[in-house]
Every structure is written in structure tokens, then in C-alpha cells.
């Protein structure tokens, strides 16, 4: 079904996928429990942590500041924390990999302790902003000083006494907002941010579990301001972490595609905040379904049922672009084999992730055959009406996981395979992903 040499992989139509399964913890979650597990006083234990590179990138940096992190099984660790403001100075750079949100949250959390420590990044991440970090960080009092194009690598001299600020973010970023969060964990007094878009809000919901003193209150316009009290004591906590929408994703959009396929996917985040793509996948008239609703640990979790649907194209309005923003290029790939043409725009963020999203996933497109057009700031998909792509094309993953796993379920509904260049980034989100299909293929 998949021929493999190194780390390049191809891809082909190999029948319907069946049977249930269960994708890696939650990557956002899991960089926010190691990280609050740190601040806490005394023993954590996270069940569900994931298993990818990039969570490793926080769990080794964090070890090099002090925390005990020890694995207890498989998919368990226990943490001991430092407790707020007990962060050592690392004797080494901090390597955070292909990890962003690894480097743009320690750095919130470096900020107001007085630490100073040098961030090192792979090739992708060195190419990243990170101003939209470290300007609001030297108000609060940290000192950094970053390459001349504002990337890593860079040092970080956090604050002794850190001033509590209100900051009015103008980029709709759960990083930038996290990392305001984290800092003020450490500072006196009570720290503001108001976002313009509602994003992503892990950091708030784990926060109040945590124990900390912290208020949300809605914006006219649809942003919210938060409002957290320090320094924050955070008491220990037990805390099972929920599987990946952001993973789920891959797997929901080739059941759609793929005739004949009826898979569930089980213990799944179901965060209003992350459930972007899931609700434009409806409205494009694809057959998913929640069961078994519930609450774990303050975030929400189901299993999803998706089988085979006749997708019809549709429009991304730019408000639901921060609930979906690591689903962009899967979704390009659903439109590519919906009826009609599905338009996106709003999405310059795309450019400056773990590759250009925009440029990568067009010239992709392209290559097996789709019908794209490329904006500035997004994609028009003219998609198949649900016939199967050409294929045929080696894709250039460009370090990016999200590029490489989006070709290879294209490949599954092409004529012929898609071959991906290295699937060796896949491993920073979904390590597994491969074994995963061919388990769902043989259900
Ligand atoms: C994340 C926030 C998003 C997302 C990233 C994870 C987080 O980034 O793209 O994969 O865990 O807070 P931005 O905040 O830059 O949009």
C-alpha cells in the first residue's frame, strides 16, 4: 500500500478506511500542562501527553530549568514543579527544535523570572517571527535580543521585578496571548490582554484548573480581555489530555474522501475555539458526528464518527480563520475534491508557520493535478466534484508536518500515488501517523 525508502513515502488509492481509532494528546494542551505542571508546587501527574518532537522540545527545556519531568508509562509523565519564580538559569542553549509554540510560550515564561537563556531553533523555526513575542515582554521588563530579522536564534534576560501591563494584541495569536499568560504567572499584580478574535483558550482553561486567579470578559467584536492575578501559587494537578483535533483532522478529512470509508475516532478535543475545520466540513456537507460528549479535566472531549459524504465546496469567512488555522491545508485538500470552488483569504498568518502554507500547499495542488489560484492571503480550489485527483507528483514537505501528512491522505483518492519527500517532520504532531492509516485501511 505505501512504498517506503528513508523517509520518503508514496501514497495511493488502497480501498475504503474502517474501524476506530485514537490520535496522539493534544499538542497545544500538552505544552501548557508541562509548562503550568512547572510553576506548580510539588507533584503533577499528565496522562495523554504527546508523544511528538515538539512537546519533547518544552519537556527538555523545562528540565533544564529545573523541573523533574520522569516518564511512569507510555503515555504518562509525573512532573515536579519549581513552583512560580523558582526557574533555574540553563548551563546550555534551549533547543526548541521545529517547536514555535514550545519557543514562543518559554519565552513568556523566562520573561519575568531572572533567568537568562539562550532559544535555538531548527531551519523552519529560525525563520519565524518572534517580535510579536518579545516586544510586549520588554515592556514588561525582559531584555532580548533576537537576529536582525527578529528570529531565533536569540537571548532572553528575564525580568527581576516584572511590571504588570494591559496588553492590546493586534495579531490574533493563542502564542502571543500564552506567553503574556505565562509571564504574568511571575509578576505582581494583575496582568490585561485583550485579544481581537477569540483564540484558542488552553492556556485559560488549564490556568483556572491549575488554581490561578484569572477573569475572561467578551469584547464588543467578538475578543475577549483576560485579566490574570500574580504571583500565582498553582497547586499540582492530576490531568488526562484529550487526542488532537489538529490530528483527528487528517484522519476525518480522508474518511470523507476516500468511497466507502466509515471510521470513528475516538477521545477527541472538541474545543469551540479549535473546531473550525470540523464545522466547515459539515457545512460542505460531510457526515461527522459527535457521541459521547463530555468534560475532561475543563476541556471538552467526544468521539467522532465520519464516514464518506459528496462534498460540496464553500467559502471560508476570515472570522473563523484563528479556529482553524492549523487546518488550512488539510481543508485545501477536502475543497480540492468538493463540488464547485471553495475561497479562502484572510490567511497571511499561513505564510509564517512551519513552512509558506499558501505557496506550499498551491504548488502541491497543482502538481497532483488540482486547479488552484494563489492571493496574497489565501487559495480558490476549483475541486474534482469528488473524482479522484491525477497524482502522480513528488511533494516537497518543507520541514512542515502538516504539508506532508495533507499530500499523503491526498493520495489515497488519486489515480496514482503521491509521493511525499521526507515524511520525517510528521513526527513533531503525529508520530504513528502511517501505522494509523494502514490499520484503518485493514479494519
Ligand atoms: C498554537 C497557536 C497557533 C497554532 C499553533 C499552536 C498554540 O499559533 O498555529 O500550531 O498552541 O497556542 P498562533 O498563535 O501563532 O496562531
Given at each position: 500500500?505505501?512504498?517506503?525508502?528513508?523517509?520518503?513515502?508514496?501514497?495511493?488509492?488502497?480501498?475504503?478506511?474502517?474501524?476506530?481509532?485514537?490520535?496522539?494528546?493534544?499538542?497545544?494542551?500538552?505544552?501548557?500542562?508541562?509548562?503550568?505542571?512547572?510553576?506548580?508546587?510539588?507533584?503533577?501527574?499528565?496522562?495523554?501527553?504527546?508523544?511528538?518532537?515538539?512537546?519533547?522540545?518544552?519537556?527538555?527545556?523545562?528540565?533544564?530549568?529545573?523541573?523533574?519531568?520522569?516518564?511512569?508509562?507510555?503515555?504518562?509523565?509525573?512532573?515536579?514543579?519549581?513552583?512560580?519564580?523558582?526557574?533555574?538559569?540553563?548551563?546550555?542553549?534551549?533547543?526548541?527544535?521545529?517547536?514555535?509554540?514550545?519557543?514562543?510560550?518559554?519565552?513568556?515564561?523566562?520573561?519575568?523570572?531572572?533567568?537568562?537563556?539562550?532559544?535555538?531553533?531548527?531551519?523552519?523555526?529560525?525563520?519565524?517571527?518572534?517580535?510579536?513575542?518579545?516586544?510586549?515582554?520588554?515592556?514588561?521588563?525582559?531584555?532580548?535580543?533576537?537576529?536582525?530579522?527578529?528570529?531565533?536564534?536569540?537571548?532572553?534576560?528575564?525580568?527581576?521585578?516584572?511590571?504588570?501591563?494591559?496588553?492590546?494584541?493586534?495579531?490574533?495569536?493563542?502564542?502571543?496571548?500564552?506567553?503574556?499568560?505565562?509571564?504574568?504567572?511571575?509578576?505582581?499584580?494583575?496582568?490585561?490582554?485583550?485579544?481581537?478574535?477569540?483564540?484558542?483558550?488552553?492556556?485559560?482553561?488549564?490556568?483556572?484548573?491549575?488554581?490561578?486567579?484569572?477573569?475572561?470578559?467578551?469584547?464588543?467584536?467578538?475578543?475577549?480581555?483576560?485579566?490574570?492575578?500574580?504571583?500565582?501559587?498553582?497547586?499540582?494537578?492530576?490531568?488526562a489530555i484529550p487526542g488532537d483535533p489538529s490530528s483527528a483532522a487528517f484522519l476525518a478529512v480522508a474518511a470523507l474522501v476516500v468511497p466507502g470509508s466509515s471510521i470513528v475516532i475516538r477521545n477527541v478535543g472538541t474545543n469551540p475555539l479549535r473546531m473550525g475545520l470540523f464545522d466547515a466540513l459539515r457545512a460542505m456537507g460531510g457526515d461527522i458526528v459527535f457521541d459521547n460528549e463530555r468534560m475532561v479535566d475543563g476541556e471538552p472531549v467526544a468521539d467522532m464518527r465520519v464516514r464518506h459524504s459528496a462534498l460540496r465546496a464553500t467559502d471560508i469567512a476570515p472570522q473563523a480563520v484563528p479556529s482553524m488555522i492549523d487546518e488550512f491545508p488539510i481543508f485545501f485538500i477536502a475543497a480540492a475534491f468538493a463540488d464547485g470552488t471553495s475561497r479562502t483569504s484572510g490567511l497571511r498568518e499561513l505564510r509564517v508557520k512551519e513552512s509558506d502554507r499558501i505557496a506550499a500547499m498551491a504548488e502541491g495542488l497543482r502538481a497532483i493535478g488540482a486547479r488552484v489560484e494563489e492571493n496574497q492571503d489565501g487559495l480558490a480550489i476549483m475541486g474534482s466534484g469528488g473524482a479522484p485527483l491525477p497524482g502522480g507528483a513528488t511533494i516537497a514537505s518543507c520541514m512542515d508536518h502538516r504539508i506532508a501528512m495533507s499530500f499523503a491522505i491526498a493520495g489515497l483518492h488519486c489515480s496514482q500515488a503521491v509521493t511525499i519527500d521526507s515524511m520525517a517532520p510528521v513526527d513533531t504532531s503525529f508520530p504513528g501517523f502511517v501505522t494509523t492509516l494502514q490499520e484503518l485501511h485493514s479494519a
Open positions: 500500500m505505501y512504498s517506503v525508502t528513508k523517509q520518503q513515502m508514496s501514497f495511493r488509492s488502497s480501498g475504503p478506511l474502517s474501524g476506530e481509532t485514537v490520535v496522539p494528546g493534544d499538542k497545544s494542551i500538552s505544552h501548557r500542562a508541562l509548562m503550568l505542571a512547572a510553576m506548580a508546587d510539588g507533584q503533577s501527574r499528565i496522562q495523554g501527553l504527546s508523544p511528538g518532537g515538539d512537546v519533547r522540545s518544552t519537556a527538555c527545556a523545562l528540565r533544564a530549568m529545573g523541573a523533574r519531568i520522569e516518564a511512569e508509562g507510555p503515555d504518562t509523565w509525573h512532573v515536579d514543579g519549581v513552583g512560580t519564580g523558582g526557574l533555574n538559569t540553563p548551563h546550555a542553549p534551549l533547543d526548541m527544535g521545529n517547536s514555535g509554540t514550545s519557543a514562543r510560550l518559554l519565552m513568556g515564561l523566562i520573561a519575568s523570572h531572572p533567568v537568562t537563556a539562550t532559544l535555538t531553533g531548527d531551519s523552519s523555526l529560525s525563520r519565524r517571527p518572534m517580535e510579536r513575542v518579545a516586544g510586549p515582554l520588554r515592556t514588561i521588563g525582559a531584555t532580548i535580543a533576537a537576529s536582525p530579522q527578529g528570529t531565533l536564534p536569540l537571548t532572553i534576560e528575564g525580568a527581576a521585578a516584572a511590571v504588570p501591563r494591559h496588553h492590546r494584541l493586534t495579531v490574533a495569536s493563542a502564542q502571543v496571548k500564552s506567553a503574556l499568560l505565562l509571564a504574568a504567572l511571575n509578576t505582581p499584580g494583575v496582568t490585561r490582554i485583550t485579544e481581537p478574535v477569540a483564540t484558542r483558550d488552553h492556556s485559560e482553561r488549564m490556568l483556572r484548573h491549575f488554581g490561578a486567579r484569572i477573569e475572561v470578559a467578551e469584547e464588543p467584536g467578538g475578543g475577549r480581555t483576560i485579566a490574570l492575578a500574580g504571583k500565582a501559587a498553582l497547586t499540582p494537578q492530576d490531568i
